[in-house]
């Protein structure tokens, strides 16, 4: 089996350090939780920016600073997210121009909780196009069975380049439930080398991580997907979630991928990753 990916999640697009006082709420503490992440085992680092006030912000010069203040403390592979309920289109496109190693790409609009989740084909499109001019690697976010059919469409139309990154996000009020057997289904129809992972956000996150992991996924955790450890019991931090993760790989004698070899797998533009 090969070696899982460790991704931490540390900020998402719904909850704030209202929420959870152990959420970064700063450029400078989103650098602090990524090397602390990083060092702990996870060698992604998927952000949604804060600025310096700890607002939700999609500022070109905000995500900048945020690639290089992670760049600098920790050679964490960065993953920015163009997800986020709320942004123009436009406004989340254009966050891949600060070079990231890796984005997501949210492939199909639907209803997310209460929110509307806008993903409009043709501009989805431009941006896995722009994402393959820039070198910066996507993860594609799968929320439902038919996004993966829409995956397959991108890789057909050349926007999408295998290794394919995966996610399938379990457990979105509007999305596909935390279940066992669609999971079994969704990796049997991944074209072969694909790497993926589940999200599982919620009362779904520690089940559904764990069998990902125990069917030879990667897998991700962080306060973007619960904010809790437990019912009742709140997350210290994003540290601590990792660290339970990376308790649960060892407990199957299973040791976190490097960051040399996940540029490897996944075919990363290296000079994304340092920044050189
Ligand atoms: N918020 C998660 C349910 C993204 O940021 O683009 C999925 C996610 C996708 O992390
Ligand atoms: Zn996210």
Redesign the pocket.
């Known amino acids: 089996m090969p070696r899982p990916i460790i991704t931490a999640?540390l900020t998402?697009?719904v909850a704030t350090k209202a929420d959870n006082a152990g959420m970064p709420g700063s450029v400078a503490e989103i650098a602090a939780d990524a090397k602390a992440c990083y060092d702990a085992g996870a060698a992604v680092i998927?952000i949604?920016l804060r600025d310096d006030q700890g607002n939700m912000t999609a500022d070109l010069d905000v995500a900048k600073r945020t690639v290089e203040a992670v760049r600098e403390v920790c050679p964490g592979i960065t993953q920015l997210?163009?997800?986020?309920l709320a942004f123009t289109y436009e406004q989340r496109m254009a966050l891949v121009e600060a070079r990231p190693a890796m984005a997501?790409l949210?492939p199909c609009t639907m209803t997310f909780g209460p929110a509307e989740f806008q993903n409009p084909p043709e501009k989805m499109m431009k941006l896995a196009a722009r994402m393959i001019e820039l070198g910066v690697k996507p993860e594609v976010?799968i929320y439902d069975t038919g996004h993966l059919d829409m995956m397959l469409y991108l890789v057909h139309k050349g926007l999408l380049v295998e290794p394919l990154q995966v996610?399938f996000?379990m457990g979105?009020r509007g999305g596909m439930r935390g279940d066992p057997q669609l999971l079994s289904w969704l990796v049997r129809e991944l074209p072969e080398g694909t790497s993926w992972q589940v999200?599982a956000?919620a009362k779904a996150n520690l089940p559904m991580t764990t069998i990902g992991l125990a069917m030879g996924g990667n897998a991700r955790t962080g306060m973007?997907?619960t904010l809790t450890l437990e019912k009742g019991v709140p997350a210290e931090s994003n540290l601590q979630l990792v660290e339970r993760l990376v308790g649960i790989a060892h407990s199957m004698q299973l040791e976190p991928a490097t960051v040399p070899e996940v540029i490897d797998r996944l075919k990363l533009h290296p000079e994304l990753v340092s920044g050189a």
């Open positions: 999640a998402g697009p998927h949604h997210s163009t997800g986020g997501t949210n976010e996610s996000v979105v999200i956000v973007e997907d």
